[in-house]
């Protein structure tokens, strides 16, 4: 083994030379290599040492594992990293007398990596703040999921780039305090918020209920909401008092109310409602309505009267809506699907001038154009934009708010600005009226994949968590010995394909590399390893190729490639049938493919306005492609069964379920696996050929994405998502 070069670097320049960084009774003395308190040097090892600057170096900001592994230890190193890195990170709390419970420099940022809590000194009298503010750099990627499709049922997004005009500019404002409003655990995440106009009061809800909290000095009171009924978003009135609230129920679409913090009873405005946003002169509310991939950007009057579209396609996703400080414009994030990364998004305007409202085309402005913006945003009375954007890699589960100020024609007059930098996903966000305060939700997902035994149509037990890391991880097979799940996981960073038995808890690598590979799936005969290549960020996707490696090593080998390849699959020996399918506008198509041939004849060909919602699956015996439309399909959910060979088709209607968010084939050809739509405590269902239903598995505070049987019939791999979520304020001095 290679003895690691631990070369000393002064962040001041990059390069090795002078320099010293003091925190609290501390300095760090870099040209000397030595820690030293109140003048007396403390005993700290190289590996502690290295950690301690490469976090001084960053401070207030999140220092990933994979960053301080690639610091620490050269790729051709080979060492057990997790044991070495958390032995380092101890040596170096005991050398600064800290702890992990209540850090005072070095805090653990779960599922990321370490942050430095204190202020540095750099030695030359200047202070690095905690919280920091900066334009941001060109990202690498960023990866999200969507179940959108088809058999994969998730897409990586990844998230990069901004225009550099946009990247330089005069001197950032002051830095905003961040502090934390709600504190509930991961069984008991928070599902909504938002600041009053007064800045004075937080209304959440969580799984216990709808709640008002007065900031500053926490005093919390219930609100009652109509039985069976929970919120699923919030928007004030200016008065501070009253809120219009989306809310929901199992099995129920999401309607408005209007709902007063002073207590009484709710009043329903309108249904099929969501994400509201309240006119700076309480008269109209703004509002998504329809459900995703078909959303559409509404107003309505504050008393539910004159219900009026404004814009809204096909395709479109709506991330939120937001009221111009004039109370004349509209701004909303937009977003349509991109091949493997989610969505090409973009933050417009829209006209609402009430001289206009008569008019059948509102007049919309593009402000920002990035590829994957479709979160919350809102307009701050000061002019400000202020919305999320995802990170790169290897952050890629976390967002941020950013802002950018508008000039008279909208268009953007100052650089982009962070405001924040921790981890977790932006899930919505609210300013109050002085724009001092922000109040954003966040959550951290955490997908991962269970297994549990088979009992005919049955499951035995509770299923077992499998991997436990705390990165995305997706099944997609079995290895032929169905001893071992295979499945996709990005945590390097960049998505690569693993395998692990069932019985081990570290994972075995089968294919990496720069680019983002996804859908592993075997061949007929189980000898060959197939999977998608996604394009690296700003590349098109011109020629994604589907590719084949032997399982137990070898040289990869293109198979065919297409423009949209959103699914793959193979029968089981001794069958020998392999289709792919290929999303174009208005259609999806599918090919037969040899593995080792290449592209075969045209199996099927659906059409539809958004091919993305559908999802399908293979028969193991290789003679019946199951078709249905995804969770956001307004029909009763019904699979269409289709002979690959031809033959009559048949549909089943699947009666008392809401939506069908996924299908699999069980393995003996003879029924069907899937899961029902709901965000959280979904169903797996067993579905036989008549069309009965049974739901299997319910997950308690968590969603089961997807379910994939072994080949032998005796286990079978979920995709479990679970996850927690507070709310945050950042606050200007």
């Not at 990059?14 to 290599?33: P, Q």
């Not at 994979?66 to 620490?72: D, G, I, Q, V």
Request: charged share 20%; glycine share 10%; aromatic share 8%.
């Amino acid at each position: 083994m290679r003895v690691p070069n631990f070369g000393i670097v002064d962040s001041s320049n990059g390069s090795t030379g002078n320099g010293t960084r003091r925190f609290g009774v501390y300095e760090l003395d870099l040209r000397a290599g030595e820690l030293r308190r109140q003048g007396l040097k403390v005993k700290l090892q190289e590996q502690p040492f290295q950690v301690l600057t490469q976090l001084l170096e960053k401070p207030g900001e999140v220092v990933t594992r994979e960053e301080l592994r690639n610091r620490l230890w050269p790729a051709d190193t080979f060492v057990d990293f997790d044991h070495s890195l958390n032995a380092a990170i101890r040596r170096l709390r005991d050398a600064l007398g800290d702890s992990a419970e209540n850090p005072r420099f070095v805090e653990t940022v779960a599922r990321r990596g370490y942050r430095f809590l204190a202020p540095v000194n750099s030695g030359n009298g200047s202070a690095t703040q905690s919280t920091a503010i900066e334009t941001p750099a060109q990202p690498s990627a960023r990866s999200h999921i969507w179940w959108i499709l088809a058999g994969a049922g998730a897409v990586v997004l990844v998230l990069l780039g901004l225009k550099l005009g946009l990247l330089l500019g005069p001197h950032p404002p002051p830095a905003m305090h961040i502090s934390q409003l709600t504190a509930n655990p991961a069984d008991d995440r928070v599902r909504a918020a938002a600041i009053s106009h007064d800045g004075r009061y937080l209304a959440f809800s969580d799984e216990t209920g709808f709640y008002v909290r007065q900031i500053d000095s926490g005093e919390t009171h219930p609100i009652a909401l109509p039985q069976g009924l929970a919120a699923a978003s919030i928007g004030w009135f200016p008065d501070s008092t009253h809120m219009v609230v989306a809310l929901s129920g199992q099995g129920l679409q999401s309607n408005l109310w209007e709902i007063s913090a002073l207590g009484g009873s709710a009043r329903k405005l309108i249904d099929d409602g969501h994400s509201p946003a309240v006119s700076p002169d309480g008269r109209e509310i703004a509002f998504l309505g329809g459900k995703r991939l078909r959303e559409e950007l509404w107003v309505v009057g504050a008393d539910g009267s004159q219900p009026h579209k404004l814009v809204g396609h096909e395709g479109d996703m709506f991330g939120a809506a937001a009221w111009s400080p004039d109370g004349r414009r509209i701004a909303c994030t937009r977003a349509s699907i991109a091949y493997g990364y989610g969505a090409n998004g973009a933050i417009e305007i829209v006209d609402v001038n009430r001289q206009q409202a008569g008019s059948v085309v509102l007049p919309v402005t593009s402000v920002l154009s990035l590829a994957g913006l479709d979160g919350p945003l809102a307009w701050s009375s000061d002019g400000r934009l202020i919305y999320t954007l995802l990170e790169p890699r290897p952050r890629q589960l976390d967002s941020n708010l950013w802002s950018v100020a508008l000039d008279r024609q909208s268009k953007p007059s100052l650089p982009l600005v962070r405001l924040t930098n921790d981890p977790g996903e932006v899930l919505s966000l609210s300013t109050s009226g002085d724009s001092k305060r922000i109040a954003y939700l966040k959550g951290i997902p955490q997908p991962d994949v269970y297994v549990a035994r088979l009992n005919g149509a049955g499951i035995i037990g509770e299923p077992q968590r499998l991997t436990l890391d705390d990165r995305q991880d997706l099944p997609f097979d079995w290895t032929p010995d169905s001893k071992a799940v295979i499945y996709m996981s990005d945590r390097t960073g960049t998505f690569k394909i693993y395998k692990q038995a069932t019985n081990q808890a570290v994972p075995e690598v089968l294919m990496s590399g720069n680019r983002p590979v996804a859908q592993p799936r075997l061949s007929p005969d189980g000898t060959q390893l197939l999977y998608v290549i996604y394009p690296n960020w700003g590349e098109k996707a011109s020629a994604v190729p589907l590719m084949r490696v032997p399982l137990a090593g070898g040289t990869p080998q293109e198979i065919v490639n297409a423009s949209w390849i959103t699914n793959h699959q193979c029968s089981r020996e001794p069958s020998s049938v392999c289709i792919y399918s290929v999303m174009a506008e208005g259609l999806l198509t599918f090919f037969s493919f040899d593995p080792y041939k290449g592209k075969g004849s045209q199996v099927l060909q659906i059409k539809d306005d958004i091919p993305q919602l559908y999802n399908w699956s293979l028969s193991p015996d290789g003679t019946t492609l199951a078709i249905a439309k995804g969770k956001w399909a307004d029909e009763e959910p019904r699979i269409h069964l289709v002979p690959v060979k031809g033959g009559p088709d048949r549909w089943l209607t699947i009666s008392g379920w809401p939506g069908i968010a996924s299908l699999d084939w069980a393995a003996d050809s003879k029924a069907l696996w899937a899961t029902s739509v709901r965000e959280e405590g979904n169903a797996l269902l067993h579905i036989d050929l008549e069309g009965h239903a049974r739901a299997v598995w319910r997950p308690k505070k968590m969603t089961v994405g997807w379910a994939i049987p072994s080949r032998d019939g005796h286990s079978i791999a979920l995709l479990v998502s679970s996850g927690s979520a507070n709310v945050w304020m950042a606050e200007r001095p």
